[in-house]
């Protein structure tokens, strides 16, 4: 499975983006996915979490509230949608592809299927 995330660019705080990943080369209905970030300097953390159904989405309490996942198992494609937009909230965003949630909520490094990122800068 080939991911491409898109949707990145600048905005000012308080703005919305909304970023997309692509599934090639599979289905991305087998799998749950996710949506993570590395701001310059820190790890990599966790973001917000989609079932396959699309019925469970946990989400990092620092964007609980701001962000919504959702996905179109008919299209191979999962969403973020980002409002009210912090400074803190600049970073490449990945999206993940896994066999289970445990993968995206406690083990990312035992996630095989990574998009090459998207980068989303907020200005104070």
């Known amino acids: 499975v080939q991911l491409q995330a898109s949707g990145g660019g600048l905005v000012q705080a308080g703005g919305s983006l909304r970023l997309s990943c692509a599934a090639s080369?599979?289905?991305?209905?087998?799998?749950?996915m996710g949506w993570f970030r590395q701001a310059p300097g820190k790890e990599r953390e966790f973001v917000a979490g989609?079932?396959?159904?699309?019925?469970?989405?946990p989400y990092a309490d620092s964007v609980k509230g701001r962000f919504t996942i959702s996905r179109d198992n008919t299209k191979n494609m999962v969403f973020l949608e980002m409002n009210s937009l912090k400074p803190e909230d600049t970073a490449v965003y990945y999206c993940?592809?896994?066999?289970?949630?445990?993968?995206?909520?406690?083990?990312?490094?035992?996630?095989?299927?990574w998009g090459k990122g998207t980068l989303v800068t907020v200005s104070s």
């Open positions: 993940a592809a896994a066999d289970s949630m445990g993968y995206i909520l406690q083990n990312p490094h035992g996630i095989e299927y």
């Open positions: 080369g599979g289905t991305s209905v087998n799998y749950v």
């Open positions: 989609i079932s396959w159904s699309g019925g469970s989405t």
